[in-house]
């Protein structure tokens, strides 16, 4: 059994790495005591990332689908409101959910999920389908 202190001081400490990963502005360590309902410390925080950081042999730069789908979003030509890119968005985020889709190569789940938006779209053109394809 986990304690709600213990499960609040993981999340906390794994939220302020990717946070600082992903973030220009990371979260800060006193607003995740303020969110954490002060139920970690500032002390807490830091030895937990460093336990977290030493546990994962601070192997930081994983790949996963939705960082190679924000990758190539740019050369697809996906435009900020597009119901494609929101599609991708949401199969990817379905497909991280599932336990299944870890064992596929993140670019082929990427790709497939482009194809996949596509091909939801109403303006979905089998030329346009193909090119963007080929810059896959």
């Given at each position: 059994n986990i304690r709600k202190n213990q499960?609040?001081?993981c999340a906390s400490v794994c939220i302020l790495l990717a946070s600082k990963m992903t973030e220009?502005?990371?979260?800060?360590?006193?607003?995740l005591i303020i969110y954490a309902d002060h139920s970690v410390t500032h002390q807490q925080?830091?030895?937990g990332e460093v336990m977290v950081l030493t546990a994962i042999n601070w192997e930081l730069s994983t790949i996963t689908p939705i960082t190679v789908y924000k990758a190539i979003q740019h050369t697809l030509s996906l435009e900020q409101d597009s119901k494609q890119r929101c599609?991708?968005?949401t199969i990817l985020h379905h497909c991280s959910s599932n336990y299944q889709y870890s064992y596929l190569i993140p670019s082929i789940t990427a790709a497939a999920a482009?194809?996949?938006a596509q091909q939801l779209s109403k303006d979905c053109q089998k030329e346009?389908?193909?090119e963007n394809i080929s810059k896959v």
């Open positions: 499960f609040q001081l220009v502005s990371p979260i800060t360590i006193p607003q925080l830091v030895e599609s991708g968005s482009i194809i996949a346009k389908l193909l």
